[in-house]
């Protein structure tokens, strides 16, 4: 189970949304950069990065945020917000994250998906944002008419390398992952699924490590922002 401590940026600083809404953040006094060397320190591998700019502007605006700390700390990052153009993937992959991560784009355009896979082979992760079951987009500002299942079944042969399941209700809440929808998607993915949204307490992450072995790792977010899991503690849980 690999564990992916998260980073948020917003205006160069560290925060977290509830449920992706903009105007219910909390900003953090540490900056990116220093957070990354937190996780290091204590051993984590893997980080999950969404530049909320990204997101808003549909460009790679930390992009020299993230490339210091890839070449800083030699963690294996992906990154997600508003990647839309084969350009933005480029940016990312050359200054060597391991996962460049499609959401809105790849839903609103399947062709767009299956190229970039083509294109980048084992660097595209999949973004699937699902509120009641069916897919959002844009920042989860729009809901999609399209099950999340459903749309997983039609892009399962493009050759995505990883998928990323995200619950909008419980996203930022702590509230526990929506961990039998995860099982779903886990049990008809043809890549290994991560699960995202809601960590509330390392027993979520103890959790996680016994469902479907398709299910290749877990995010941490708010949880670590808020101490509710400390972060020695959750360094127990990485593989070794």
Not at 209 to 218: A, R, S, V
Request: hydrophobic share 35%.
């Amino acid at each position: 189970m690999k564990i992916f401590p998260a980073i948020d940026i917003k205006d160069r600083k560290c925060v977290r949304l509830v449920k992706g809404d903009f105007n219910n953040k909390t900003e953090y006094e540490t900056s990116p950069i220093d957070q990354a060397g937190k996780y290091k320190v204590h051993g984590f591998k893997n980080l999950h990065i969404v530049d909320l700019d990204g997101a808003l502007t549909g460009e790679t605006v930390n992009l020299d945020i993230i490339e210091k700390i890839v070449s800083k700390f030699d963690l294996k990052i992906e990154i997600g917000g508003g990647v839309r153009t084969f350009e933005s993937i480029k940016k990312y992959t050359d200054v060597g994250v391991e996962k460049v991560i499609l959401g809105s784009a790849a839903i609103k355009d399947k062709n767009f998906l299956k190229k970039a896979c083509s294109k980048f082979q084992n660097k595209i992760a999949l973004g699937l944002d699902s509120k009641d079951g069916y897919l959002s987009v844009s920042g989860w500002k729009e809901n999609s008419n399209q099950l999340t299942l459903d749309f997983l079944k039609e892009v399962n042969d493009y050759g995505v390398s990883r998928l990323i399941y995200t619950d909008i209700n419980r996203d930022g809440t702590k509230s526990s992952p929506n961990f039998e929808e995860t099982e779903k998607i886990a049990e008809i993915s043809n890549c290994s699924v991560v699960i995202s949204g809601g960590v509330s307490s390392i027993d979520d992450v103890k959790k996680a490590k016994g469902l479907n072995k398709n299910i290749e790792g877990i995010i941490v977010g708010k949880a670590i922002y808020d101490d509710d899991i400390k972060l020695d503690e959750l360094a127990k849980e990485i593989d070794a």
